[in-house]
């Protein structure tokens, strides 16, 4: 069935500052008992993913004007998807983000992306393919910008999703 | 009345307004803390205050209503 498409016009002057805001959220996906979706012919997670007691997102905190998010084009004629790729920077190595650094790169994960301004928030992963991180630590120098992690993540995605339900569920002493 | 005496009215009932009490609704039972983009913020479902009731009600959140 072809698709239908409609008029676009003038969307108006909506805040569309740009990057991310100063948090990520991730959740291992073996964790989730309920991985929502949207429903047919949308692309909005309207509904709160569901863990099991005690399991969730886990915020980060991410360095002011270091968070972003791309869509890159994948694929040839009849047959586009993308690739999310992005970044964010989390200052220091706190035992935390260290433990953070060392585990996450061998894991899988969902990533909620909020924008600026916005109650909405990309989601990146689902259940055909999940989010892989890769962390670089650097110094720097004594005149830079201080020291920290900056985290790369990446997904394959079908198609681009947002997350808009009205709760993130969160882990027990996220 | 004699000199240095005064007057005390009667007790009145001090007239209580009355205060909207809220409850969560709609949330899994196992969920202890949400993120509420509304206000960019995580809440623990058991410590929300009656101020962070009204403003959630307020904004809208779908998962808090009037009891």
């Known amino acids: 069935?072809?698709?239908?498409?409609?008029s676009i016009k003038d969307p108006g002057r909506n805040n569309r500052m740009g990057g991310l805001q100063q948090r990520v959220f991730l959740a291992v996906f073996s964790e989730f008992q309920t991985l929502q979706k949207p429903a047919a012919g949308t692309y909005k997670?309207?509904?709160a993913h569901v863990f099991a007691a005690g399991k969730g997102f886990i915020e980060l905190y991410v360095t002011k004007d270091t968070g972003s998010l791309k869509f890159t084009p994948l694929g040839g004629p009849d047959r586009k998807s993308f690739l999310a790729e992005g970044e964010f920077l989390h200052p220091g190595e706190s035992d935390d983000i260290e433990k953070f650094a060392?585990?996450?790169?061998?894991d899988r994960f969902i990533l909620l992306a909020p924008l600026?301004?916005?109650?909405?928030?990309?989601q990146i992963g689902n259940e055909e393919f999940q989010v892989?991180?890769?962390?670089?630590?650097?110094?720097?120098?004594?005149s830079g910008d201080g020291r920290g992690s900056l985290f790369r993540f990446r997904?394959?995605?079908?198609?681009?999703?947002?997350?808009?339900?009205a709760t993130i569920p969160m882990a027990t002493d996220a | 009345m004699k000199a240095n005496e005064t007057s005390v009215l009667p007790a009145k009932e001090s007239a209580a307004l009355p205060v909207a009490s809220y409850k969560v609704v709609g949330l899994d039972p196992g969920v202890h803390e949400v993120y509420?983009?509304?206000?960019?913020?995580?809440?623990v479902v058991a410590d929300i205050t009656p101020a962070l009731f009204e403003l959630l009600h307020r904004l809208g959140w779908p998962h808090v209503e009037k009891s």
């Open chain 1, 1 to 6: 069935m072809p698709n239908t498409y409609k």
């Open chain 1, 45 to 47: 997670i309207t509904e």
């Open chain 1, 102 to 106: 060392n585990e996450s790169k061998n």
């Open chain 1, 116 to 122: 600026p301004g916005s109650t909405e928030l990309y």
């Open chain 1, 132 to 142: 892989e991180i890769d962390s670089e630590y650097d110094t720097g120098k004594n």
């Open chain 1, 155 to 165: 997904c394959f995605c079908a198609n681009k999703i947002k997350y808009t339900a």
């Open chain 2, 36 to 43: 509420v983009p509304l206000i960019s913020k995580s809440v």
